[in-house]
């Protein structure tokens, strides 16, 4: 029997309600930051993503699923959600609207992971972006964000790590103190972090081989070398988060897993024993929209997990969810009965209340089959009933019985 491709799961009838009433938090606490949903495409060209996300990450390196279509193209499914609301923002012409523009994303991605709790194949993210504006507040109005959404869904114990990796400006001058301090032990490094020292130092500090080395600890900090424009949006940024009191804690490591990120970075974690996991993680990407052809434009957004985010749901035991209407189940014996039974299930759907006909078997089994399905009532049409013309209601919890005119039914189960 086939199974589903590794790495990917099933979201079964039980599980929707957990996950739609995680879908309508993210959705509300989006909205009521201002942000506006977009929904790019499933797949991408290939090169979007090598530009963007960076050729030394671990995505470029060994997650991403590329092939080739039918037509010669290089495609990928989309293993991040930035790079191609970017891509929307510049071929949309959003550029020439009032900036900041605030999206934001839900959707599945693509990763060639490696499968565990927690970590998929195909995920979901939920992600925002605030595109167009340098500006502190924004950077606050994001982890805000960020926090907010953690807030609603009722997850308590996040914890914000936090930290600043420089601009452009910045950049060339820590690159030459990572070396420099990382020189020395080049020969502790495997095969992956010696590349990374010649091409990409900044990926050392996150590299998991390296994790337990003494020699990170005195690694040089990206927040000393700020130049006077980064270290005044920095210091801001802090005396916001400090006026209204949002914890926080400076991460020195905290590089985040992707080349287009420049100054803020952040994620937010399980404040648990055990819990290397982030739910959400984002930063600011300054320099990625010129990559993408456009002009200079500054960028900040986050992304979080949902598989995540319900994993945490789950283990704080948590109840709440959307739940389907329970259905009014009409069940019926004989041909003239079911007939009828038709009709009123048609009626009652016409009138938005859920109706499903029960399976044609015995009466008894009927009964079974709409207690299984957590029916509200039973609507029973058997030989008596239509002698009489009526049809009787069972109410499935007080287990009372009725009968009603055949005509008046859809009033006494409207609610
Ligand atoms: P990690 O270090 O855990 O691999 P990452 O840096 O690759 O994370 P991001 O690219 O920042 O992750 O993605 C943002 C969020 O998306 C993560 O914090 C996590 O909640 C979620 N996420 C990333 N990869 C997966 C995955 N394979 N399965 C489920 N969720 C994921
Ligand atoms: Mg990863």
């Known amino acids: 029997m086939y199974q589903a491709p590794r790495g990917t799961a099933d979201i079964l009838p039980e599980d929707q309600p957990l996950w739609s009433f995680t879908a309508a938090t993210v959705t509300q606490a989006a909205h009521v930051h201002g942000y506006r949903r977009i929904d790019t495409p499933i797949f991408e060209e290939t090169g979007l993503f090598l530009r963007t996300v960076g050729e030394e990450t671990d995505i470029v390196q060994k997650e991403m699923y590329s092939f080739d279509d039918r037509g010669g193209t290089n495609i990928t499914l989309r293993p991040e959600g930035t790079a191609a609301v970017c891509r929307a923002y510049l071929e949309s012409g959003m550029h020439n609207q009032a900036q900041p523009v605030r999206l934001f ?190 002009k200079p434009t500054p960028g900040i957004g986050f992304a979080a997990g949902i598989e995540r985010l319900i994993l945490n749901l789950r283990e704080q035991g948590a109840t709440a969810g959307i739940v389907p209407p329970a259905p009014i189940v009409i069940a019926y014996s004989g041909a003239e009965a079911k007939t009828k039974a038709v009709v009123i299930a048609t009626e009652l759907r016409a009138a938005d209340v859920t109706a499903v006909l029960a399976p044609e078997r015995s009466m008894k089994a009927q009964m079974r089959y709409a207690s299984s399905v957590g029916a509200r009532k039973v609507v029973i049409l058997g030989p008596k009933e239509l002698e009489a013309g009526v049809a009787t209601v069972r109410d499935m919890e007080t287990a009372e019985q009725k009968e009603e005119p055949q005509g008046g039914l859809l009033e006494s189960l409207s609610n």
């Open 105 to 294: 994303y839900l959707c599945p991605m693509f990763r060639y992971d490696r499968p565990q709790a927690g970590r998929f194949r195909q995920f979901h993210q939920f992600g925002v972006e605030a595109i167009g504006d340098t500006n502190a507040a924004v950077d606050l109005e994001v982890i805000q964000l960020a926090m907010d959404t953690m807030r609603r869904l009722g997850l308590g114990g996040m914890k914000l790590l936090l930290n600043n990796i420089g601009d452009a400006v910045d950049r060339p001058r820590f690159m030459d103190a990572l070396q420099e301090h990382f020189r020395p032990h080049i020969a502790h490094l495997g095969k992956d972090d010696r590349r990374r020292f010649d091409t990409s130092p900044l990926r050392l500090l996150d590299s998991k081989e390296l994790a337990r080395e003494s020699f990170m600890n005195d690694a040089p900090k990206s927040t000393d070398f700020l130049g006077d424009e980064a270290q005044a949006h920095w210091d801001e940024l802090l005396a916001y988060l400090d006026d209204l009191k949002i914890p926080y804690v400076l991460d020195s490591k905290l590089v985040r897993g992707l080349d287009y990120y420049t100054r803020t970075v952040f994620e937010v974690h399980p404040d648990r024993e055990g819990s290397q996991s982030a739910v959400c993680a984002g930063g600011r990407y300054d320099g990625l929209i010129e990559q993408l052809g456009g």
